[in-house]
């Protein structure tokens, strides 16, 4: 069984472009999270969908935004990129509520902002 | 006060030691309590989950929760080189639909 793909895994771009990671979750996985990770914070939950809907926002900025397909993959946008947005993007899966704990992680997209 | 505390370390422990990682947290909704290893440049992988307060083991891992004291624990027995890895402790409950990190604590075991 295929795992949760994340595209791409590495990225550099500059201070005010902006950026897509994209997400395929676990087949049958109807729930996707994502996480922002620094050395300095941690994980920082950013937003979960489920079945197309965004049920939950952590306190990021409006420059951060995602969606969810139909087919549950996922995807998140941030606009206007700022040098603090490098980190290790994280998207996780799970089959039904994301907040019983049981997630399953990706790899990772490891963003540089320059 | 941050919801959840961690020490993060770093830990070195010698091949087979006993190894204790901890997890404090302030938010009495928490139900479901998590760790998570992540080897470097990978993603977490859940590692031991526990539901509401009591011990689980498995193989050579223990997770002791304490909602009492708002106190979680890892035990790791005959610690191994492949052991080396970032532990999280994570925790959820209501309905936020999302898990609460620790920062993690980055642990070496050494031959």
């Known amino acids: 069984k295929a795992g949760v793909t994340q595209t791409p895994r590495y990225l550099i771009k500059t201070r005010g472009q902006q950026v897509t990671l994209s997400c395929s979750p676990i087949?049958?996985?109807?729930?996707v999270s994502w996480y922002q990770q620094t050395p300095g914070q941690g994980l920082q939950f950013l937003f979960e969908?489920?079945?197309?809907?965004?049920?939950n926002k952590g306190n990021f900025p409006g420059r951060f935004s995602g969606r969810q397909f139909s087919n549950s993959r996922s995807e998140m946008n941030v606009s206007t990129l700022e040098l603090g947005d490098s980190a290790l993007y994280l998207c996780?899966?799970?089959?039904?509520?994301?907040?019983?704990?049981?997630?399953?992680f990706g790899e990772g997209s490891r963003l540089t902002v320059l | 006060q941050k919801e959840v505390e961690q020490d993060p370390g770093p830990l070195s422990v010698p091949e087979g030691a006993i190894v204790s990682l901890n997890c404090t947290y302030s938010?009495?909704?928490?139900?479901?309590f998590m760790w998570y290893r992540q080897y470097s440049r990978k993603g977490p992988e859940l590692l031991m989950y526990?539901?509401?307060?009591g011990n689980k083991e498995d193989g050579r891992f223990t997770a002791q929760v304490d909602k009492s004291s708002k106190y979680i624990s890892l035990f790791i027995r005959d610690s191994q080189l492949s052991d080396s890895a970032t532990y999280l402790c994570?925790?959820?409950?209501?309905?936020?639909?999302?898990?609460?990190f620790g920062k993690g604590t980055l642990l070496t075991v050494n031959p």
């Open positions: 994570a925790m959820s409950g209501g309905s936020n639909y999302k898990l609460t």
């Open positions: 938010n009495s909704a928490f139900q479901y």
């Open positions: 087949s049958g996985h109807r729930s």
């Open positions: 996780a899966s799970s089959i039904g509520t994301a907040n019983t704990g049981e997630l399953f």
């Open positions: 969908y489920f079945s197309e809907t965004q049920r």
């Open positions: 526990t539901y509401s307060s």
